[in-house]
C-alpha cells in the first residue's frame, strides 16, 4: 500500500508540472533550504544570554509548524488525498499510513528535515546522550508538523463549505499569515534580543507548544533528567499518534453536511434598479449576488482585512501605532493579492461569456466593480478608524494616499492578472464539497502583491517629497495623485484585460477544461499563450522571481519602511538595518536599499520584456486557416449508406 | 459569401484540431441542412466535442472555417453567434444564481426588454420543471440532469436558429427527456436546426433526419438517417463503420468464474 502510494503521488505531480510551475517550485525550494541553513546556523551561535539559543529555537520550529498549517491555504490540496480512495475497501487506518509515507516523500518534507537538524546540533553542544535523543525527536518533530498540516487541511476543508466557516478559515488563516511574516523581527531584531532576551511569559508560552517538546525532551538529555526527557517525548508521541487517529478517522467519506445556500424568489430574481440597467449592471448584480452567497469568496472577504488588522495588532506589543493607519490599505492590498483568481475562480462558465457575443469589456468592468463594492467602503472605514486610534493628524494623508492608490491598483491589477495569468482549478461545482480544492495561487497572490505596492508608489513619493519639503500641500497632493492613479490603473488595466479577454477567451476557455495550457504544438499561425510566463523558460522565470523578491526587499522593508519612520521621527530602530548604523550613515544606507530595491524590480521587468512576444508580430487573432496544414480537399469519406 | 438565405444551417468546411501528439480532430467536413434534425454519433473519444466546440466558437480550430448560416464563427463571431444557441457538455454556469436568475441576466445580456426576458424565463421554467420548490435552489445544488435541463433553457433564451447541443439528454429523466424532445421536435417543426451529439444510438433514430458518423477525428459516413443504416439498425451499422469488433465476449475469465 505505502509503495503504491508513493509511486503514485510521484506520476501525478510527474504529470502535473509545467516549466513554468517547476520554475516557481524552484525558487520556493531555494528559499526553503535558506531558512533551513539559517535554522541550522541558529543552532550554532553562542549567546550571552542562557535560555535565549533555546528559546529562539522553539520560535523557529513554531514557525515551520505554522508554516506547514498555512501553507495548504494558498497552495490547495495535498496531490492525494482520502477523497480519491473513499470507494476502495482499503481501511483508513491503512490508507493513512500510505498517505502519510506518500507526504514525507517531498521536498518539502527533506527540507523541513535539514531544519530539524537543528535539534541534533544543539544536542551534540550538550552531550553524546542528547544526540541519541534527539534523533527520534526530529523524527517526531517531523511527523508532528506534516500529520498538523494534513488534519489541519481537512478541518478547513470542513469549515469551508460554509460561509461562516469561511469566516473562521480567513481569520486563522490570515492570523497565521500574519504571525508568519513577523518572522523576519527575529532574523533581523537578534541584537535586541541579545540584550534582553524573550519575555519571560512569551517563553512559557513558546515552550509549552508541542512543537517545542522535542527541544525540552533534548535539553533535559543534556542535564542527565531522565524524567524530563522522557515525559515531553512520550507526550509528543502521544499527540502524534493522536493526530494520526484524528486524521484517519477525518479520511472517509465527508459526514457533515454542506449548508445550502438559498436565492431569491421569483419575485426578486430580477433586479431592476438603475444600478443594475444595462450589461454591465446584469453581470455586477450576478458579481455581487456570487460574493455574497459563495463561502469561498466570504473567505476572500475577511482575509484582507483580518490580516491587516492582526498585522496592526502585533507592534503594539513593542509599542508601535504608526501602523494604525495604513490598516485600510493593508486590507486592500491583501484583498487585492487574494481576489485575482476571478476567472479562474468560475471555471469553464467563461463559455457563456464567450456565447454571448461582446460583453467581454461589461464582465471585466462588473467585476472590478463588484470588488470595489465589497472591498472599497471596508477598507476606507478601517482607515479612518486606524488614523482615530493613532490619533496624530500627520499620517492621515499617507494612510488615505496609500488605502486609495491600493484599491484604484488592485481594481486594475486583478482585472488583469486574472486573465493573464490566470490559475485554473476544478469547476465550482465539482468542488463544492471541498472548496479547498483549487489551483495553486500562491505565486499569482505573491505578483499581486509586488504589482499593487508598485501602484502605490508614486503616491507616497509624492507625500515623501511633501514631508521632506516640508510642504503640507505637496503631503495632501498625495491622496489626489493616489486618486488619479487608482483610476488610471482601473481603467487601462481593466481594458487590457477585456482586450485578452476578447483576443484570448477560447485559449483561456481551454485552460480551464484541461487544466494546462494549450501545448505549443497546437498553436500555429499564433504566438503560444497569452502572457510571457506562458512562454518564458523556467530559467527566465527563476530569474525573474528572485530579481522580484530582492525588489521587494530593498524597497519595502529595507528602504521606505526605516524612512517612514525616520521621517516620522520616532525613536524606535525596531529591526531596520538602516537604523542601527550611525546617524550620518542612516540616509545612504536607505538610498542604497531603495536603489537596491527598485533595481531588482528594473531587471524583473527586462526579463518579463525580454520573454514577452514582440509588440511587432502580427495579430494573434488572425484567420486560423492561416495554420500550417492546408486543408486537404476532401477528407471525409462521403457517405456509404449501407454497405 | 453565399446568400443568407440560401446557406445550409451550420456548415463545418475542413476543421481540424491537434492536441501536443493526439489528431482531435482530423479535417472534418459537415453540412446540416435548414430546418434538419441532425444527429452526430460516435464512440467515446472520436472529436464529438472537440468538433462541437471549434462549431461554435469555444475553441479556436488549427484549420477550417465554420459557417452559421454563411456567417464564419471565426471571422464574425458577434453576428454568428446570435444565431446560434449552445449546449456544451459538463461545463460550468455562474453558479451562484438560481434558475430564474440566471435568466433573466442572459436575457438582459442577449438585450431582450424586461417583460420579454421575465414572460420566457418564465416559460422555460416551467416546462424544464425548474420553478416551484426548485425556485430558490442555487444552480451549484442542481441535479446533473437540472444542469441539462437550465443549460438547454439557457440555449433557447435567445430564440436562435440553429441549436447545437453536446449529449443533451445525458442523465435527465425519461419523463423531462419526453418533454426537451418534444420541445425540439417542434422547435425544427417550425424551421429551426438542431445539430446534437450522442452516443445512444436509438435516440439518434428516434429524433434525428440527417446524422453522421464520426471515429477518430473524421467524419466516416453523413446524410439522410436510412440512407446511412441501410436496411439494418443504426447500431450494427455504426459498429461496421467504426471498424471494431464488439468486445466482452472473451477474456475476464475471473469475473465468470
Redesign the interface.
Known amino acids: 500500500m505505502v509503495g503504491v502510494l508513493i509511486q503514485m503521488k510521484l506520476a501525478v505531480l510527474r504529470h502535473s508540472t509545467t516549466d513554468a510551475k517547476r520554475a516557481l517550485n524552484g525558487l520556493g525550494y531555494s528559499a526553503g533550504i535558506c531558512l533551513a541553513v539559517a535554522t541550522l546556523v541558529l543552532a550554532f551561535l553562542d549567546f550571552s544570554h542562557p535560555r535565549l539559543l533555546m528559546d529562539l529555537l522553539a520560535v523557529t520550529f513554531a514557525l515551520w509548524a505554522l508554516g506547514w498549517m498555512a501553507g495548504p491555504i494558498f497552495a490547495g490540496e495535498p496531490p492525494l488525498n482520502g477523497e480519491h480512495f473513499h470507494r476502495q475497501p482499503v481501511p483508513r487506518r491503512t490508507l493513512a499510513t500510505g498517505l502519510l509515507a506518500a507526504a514525507l516523500v517531498a521536498v518539502t518534507t527533506a527540507i523541513t528535515l535539514l531544519a530539524f537538524c537543528a535539534l541534533v546540533v544543539f544536542a551534540a553542544r550538550l552531550s553524546w546522550v542528547a544526540v541519541v535523543v534527539s534523533v527520534p525527536a526530529v523524527v517526531l518533530l517531523l511527523l508532528l508538523v506534516v500529520l498538523l498540516s494534513r488534519v489541519v487541511t481537512l478541518l478547513f476543508r470542513m469549515l469551508s463549505k460554509s460561509r461562516l466557516g469561511g469566516v473562521v478559515t480567513a481569520t486563522v488563516t490570515a492570523a497565521m499569515v500574519s504571525l508568519a511574516s513577523f518572522s523576519w523581527i527575529l532574523v533581523i531584531g537578534v541584537s535586541l534580543l541579545l540584550e534582553y532576551g524573550f519575555p519571560p511569559a512569551f517563553s512559557t508560552v513558546v515552550r509549552a507548544l508541542p512543537s517545542s517538546w522535542s527541544l525540552i525532551a533534548v535539553e533535559a538529555a543534556g542535564r542527565g533528567d531522565w524524567a524530563g526527557t522522557a515525559g515531553p517525548l512520550l507526550a509528543l508521541a502521544v499527540v502524534v499518534a493522536a493526530l494520526f487517529l484524528a486524521w484517519s478517522a477525518l479520511l472517509g467519506p465527508q459526514r457533515m453536511d454542506r449548508p445550502v445556500v438559498r436565492g431569491s424568489s421569483a419575485r426578486r430574481a430580477a433586479r431592476r434598479g438603475p444600478l443594475f440597467q444595462g450589461d454591465q449592471g446584469a453581470i455586477y448584480l450576478k458579481e455581487l449576488r456570487t460574493w455574497w452567497r459563495d463561502p469561498v469568496r466570504t473567505q476572500a472577504i475577511v482575509m484582507g482585512p483580518a490580516f491587516a488588522v492582526i498585522t496592526a495588532l502585533f507592534p503594539l506589543i513593542f509599542g508601535f501605532t504608526a501602523f494604525l493607519p495604513f490598516v485600510g490599505a493593508a486590507g486592500a492590498l491583501m484583498a487585492a493579492a487574494t481576489c485575482a483568481n476571478s476567472y479562474g475562480q468560475d471555471g469553464t462558465a467563461l463559455w457563456l461569456t464567450l456565447t454571448v457575443p461582446g460583453k467581454e469589456k461589461a464582465d471585466v468592468r462588473a467585476r472590478q466593480l463588484a470588488w470595489l463594492t465589497v472591498f472599497g467602503p471596508l477598507t476606507l472605514a478601517l482607515t479612518l478608524a486606524g488614523c482615530l486610534l493613532h490619533g496624530d493628524a500627520t499620517l492621515v494623508p499617507w494612510a488615505l494616499a496609500a488605502t486609495l492608490a491600493a484599491l484604484g491598483g488592485g481594481s486594475g491589477l486583478l482585472a488583469w492578472v486574472s486573465v493573464t495569468a490566470l490559475v485554473p482549478g476544478p469547476d465550482p461545482h465539482k468542488s463544492k464539497n471541498s472548496p479547498m480544492d483549487h489551483g495553486d495561487v500562491t505565486g499569482q497572490s505573491f505578483l499581486m502583491f509586488f504589482l499593487v505596492t508598485l501602484a502605490i508608489s508614486p503616491a507616497l513619493g509624492v507625500a515623501w517629497a511633501g514631508h521632506a519639503l516640508d510642504l503640507p500641500a505637496l503631503l495632501w497632493a498625495s491622496v489626489p495623485v493616489a486618486l488619479l492613479a487608482g483610476v488610471l490603473c482601473h481603467v487601462a488595466l481593466g481594458s487590457a484585460a477585456a482586450r485578452t479577454l476578447r483576443d484570448k477567451g477560447p485559449e483561456l476557455l481551454h485552460l480551464m477544461r484541461s487544466g494546462k495550457p494549450a501545448a505549443a504544438a497546437e498553436e500555429t499561425g499564433e504566438e503560444a499563450g497569452t502572457s510571457p510566463f506562458e512562454t518564458m523558460s523556467g530559467k527566465h522565470q527563476a530569474l525573474m522571481w528572485s530579481a522580484m523578491a530582492v525588489g521587494v526587499l530593498g524597497l519595502f522593508p529595507q528602504g521606505l519602511v526605516p524612512l517612514g519612520i525616520k521621517l516620522s521621527g520616532s525613536p524606535a530602530k525596531v529591526w531596520f538595518l538602516a537604523l542601527h548604523v550611525p546617524e550620518p550613515w542612516q540616509w545612504p544606507v536607505i538610498a542604497v536599499m531603495v536603489a537596491i530595491g527598485l533595481a531588482g524590480f528594473w531587471s524583473a521587468y527586462l526579463v518579463y520584456r525580454a520573454a514577452a512576444p514582440s509588440p511587432s508580430s502580427p495579430a494573434p487573432t488572425a484567420s486560423p486557416a492561416s495554420a500550417s496544414s492546408p486543408p486537404t480537399s476532401v477528407t471525409s469519406s462521403p457517405a456509404s449508406p449501407g454497405s | 459569401m453565399r446568400s443568407p438565405t440560401t446557406a445550409p444551417a451550420l456548415r463545418l ?2 476543421l ?6 493526439k489528431i482531435a480532430v ?5 453540412t446540416v441542412p435548414r430546418g434538419s434534425f441532425y444527429g452526430l454519433v460516435g464512440p467515446n473519444g472520436a472529436g464529438k466535442t472537440t468538433a462541437l466546440s471549434m462549431a ?10 465554420a459557417l452559421v448560416d454563411g456567417v464564419d464563427v ?2 464574425e ?3 454568428a ?2 444565431l ?1 444557441g ?1 449546449l ?1 457538455d459538463g ?8 434558475g ?2 440566471l435568466l ?3 436575457g ?3 438585450g431582450l426588454s ?1 417583460g420579454e ?2 414572460r420566457r ?1 418564465d416559460e422555460l421554467l416551467a416546462v424544464m420543471e425548474l ?1 416551484g420548490s426548485a ?7 442542481y441535479s446533473t440532469g437540472m ?1 441539462k435541463k437550465i443549460g438547454l433553457a ?1 440555449a433557447l433564451l435567445h430564440a436562435p436558429r440553429l441549436l447545437v447541443l453536446d449529449e443533451p439528454l445525458e442523465a435527465v429523466d425519461p419523463v423531462s427527456a419526453a418533454t426537451i424532445k418534444t420541445i425540439l421536435k417542434r422547435f425544427v417543426g417550425h424551421g429551426g436546426s438542431v445539430l446534437l451529439s450522442s452516443h445512444v444510438m436509438a435516440l439518434v433514430e428516434e429524433l434525428c433526419d440527417t446524422v453522421a458518423v464520426m471515429a477518430r477525428g ?6 439522410p438517417l436510412g ?6 439498425s443504426l447500431e450494427e ?1 455504426f459498429v ?1 463503420l467504426v471498424g471494431v469488433t464488439v468486445g466482452g465476449g472473451e477474456g475476464l475469465s475471473w469475473l465468470a468464474s
Not at chain 2, 481540424?16 to 501528439?21: D, I, L, N, S, V
Not at chain 2, 425556485?135 to 445544488?141: K, S
Not at chain 2, 473524421?218 to 446524410?223: I, L, N, T, W, Y
Request: hydrophobic share 40%; aromatic share 4%.
Open positions: 468546411d475542413g481540424a484540431k491537434t492536441f501536443g501528439e482530423d479535417h472534418v467536413e459537415l461554435v466558437g469555444l475553441l479556436r480550430p488549427d484549420a477550417g472555417r471565426w471571422q463571431p458577434l453576428r453567434r446570435r446560434m449552445v456544451p461545463l460550468a454556469m455562474p453558479e451562484r444564481l438560481t430564474r436568475e433573466t441576466y442572459l438582459q445580456l442577449h424586461a426576458a421575465d424565463a420553478d425556485e430558490r435552489t442555487l444552480v451549484v445544488d444542469r439557457t473524421r467524419v466516416v459516413a453523413e446524410g440512407a446511412v443504416r441501410g436496411d439494418r451499422t461496421g
